[in-house]
């Protein structure tokens, strides 16, 4: 009885965890360190689009040699910054430049939201070994629940779903406010707006990531 309690007490600072470090570590590193190299630094827009591809290259290669596996969000991540190096070169106008920015975050979360919708949602890459935590009898645990459990296998489509809207949400007010907010004004309020988006799926997500995780150590007992 004792371990089950402890389980129980564990799971929502679990889930608080497995929520944010998807997207903290595939999306928003990669972002925040281009925002930093490009706006803070002055470099280039290739160099800093670069060095924003440096943590989905390494993750989506250590899933490749390790576990023979393709992360999809760091793969996708990786995708999105090689199209904008390729399209900087046509890039001129500071506004347009501001509306690619957008349209970065844009094109990940409509990649979410769609995996969700077609019953494979990326964030699960990211989600599942948080909540299981290496144990084998979670992993099984899981894998009964997906496959089994409708109510389940919803929740996980959700919290993608939930995480691609956000920033759908964050690309549509970018745009937006790129051609309707002065220029520098929409420099310091796209990172507001980029901040506000994973605030709302951290919050959002939580609620979802939480069930899932009481459904799963429940299943393991």
């Excluded at 999306?27 to 060095?51: K, R």
Aim: charged content about 15%; aromatic content about 4%.
């Amino acid at each position: 009885m004792a371990t089950t309690t402890a389980h129980a007490t564990t799971a929502p600072s679990e889930s608080r965890t497995a929520a944010l470090r998807p997207l903290a570590i595939d999306v928003a590193v990669p972002l925040a360190t281009y925002y930093v190299a490009h706006s803070a630094l002055g470099l280039g827009l290739v160099a800093s689009l670069a060095l924003g591809s440096a943590v989905p290259a390494v993750r989506t290669a250590a899933a490749l040699l390790r576990e023979r596996r393709v992360n999809g969000l760091a793969l996708l991540m990786l995708l999105v910054n090689t199209v904008g190096i390729a399209l900087s070169a046509v890039a001129g106008d500071p506004r347009l430049m501001l509306a690619k920015d957008g349209a970065t975050t844009g094109v990940i979360g409509v990649s979410v939201m769609v995996s969700a919708l077609v019953g494979r949602p990326l964030m699960t890459a990211g989600l599942r070994p948080f909540i299981v935590k290496g144990r084998t009898d979670r992993a099984a645990a899981w894998d009964r629940l997906a496959t089994g459990d409708a109510r389940f296998a919803r929740r996980e489509r959700l919290f993608s779903l939930i995480w691609g809207g956000a920033l759908l949400a964050e690309c549509v007010a970018k745009v937006v406010g790129a051609y309707t907010v002065p220029v520098e004004t929409m420099v310091w309020l796209g990172t507001v707006l980029l901040l506000a988006a994973i605030g709302l799926g951290v919050l959002a997500g939580n609620a979802v990531a939480g069930r899932m995780a009481e459904q799963v150590i429940a299943e393991a007992e």
